[in-house]
Nanobody, 117 residues
Framework: QVQLVESGGGLVQAGGSLRLSCAAS????????MGWYRQAPGKQRELVGT???????KYEDSVKGRFTVSRDNARNTVTLQMNSLKPEDTGVYYC???????????WGQGTQVTVSS
């Protein structure tokens, strides 16, 4: 199980942009899936966007066209570029990664994103 560290969260106004980064460390064989989940206040944690090693990408419907997930396999990092942010995007964003040989996925500690009206 690898360790994940997120960075880049903060406070922005609606319509603004923010870029989150996540770095993986530890013994990594091969990252199968990397991406981001989020949890809004009083809500369940939900998928934001993930990308497989084969570059297959999945996004939550509400962020399509606004958010972009990308990964750098050589550096074992994944980023989330968020544009046209809305107050509904507010929440704690968690980095997610699954090594192909791991039984369970790994989660970062979370980084707060707050979008004001």
């Amino acid at each position: 199980q690898v360790q994940l560290v997120e960075s880049g969260g903060g406070l922005v106004q609606a319509g603004g942009s923010l870029r989150l980064s996540c770095a993986a460390s530890g013994i990594i064989f091969s990252m199968d899936v990397m991406g981001w989940y989020r949890q809004a206040p009083g809500k369940q944690r939900e998928l934001v966007g993930t990308v497989t090693r084969g570059e297959s990408i999945k996004y939550e419907d509400s962020v399509k066209g606004r958010f972009t997930v990308s990964r750098d396999n050589a550096r074992n990092t994944v980023t989330l570029q968020m544009n046209s942010l809305k107050p509904e995007d507010t929440g704690v964003y968690y980095c997610y990664a699954r090594d192909v040989r791991a039984t369970l996925p790994s989660w970062g500690q979370g980084t707060q994103v707050t979008v004001s009206s």
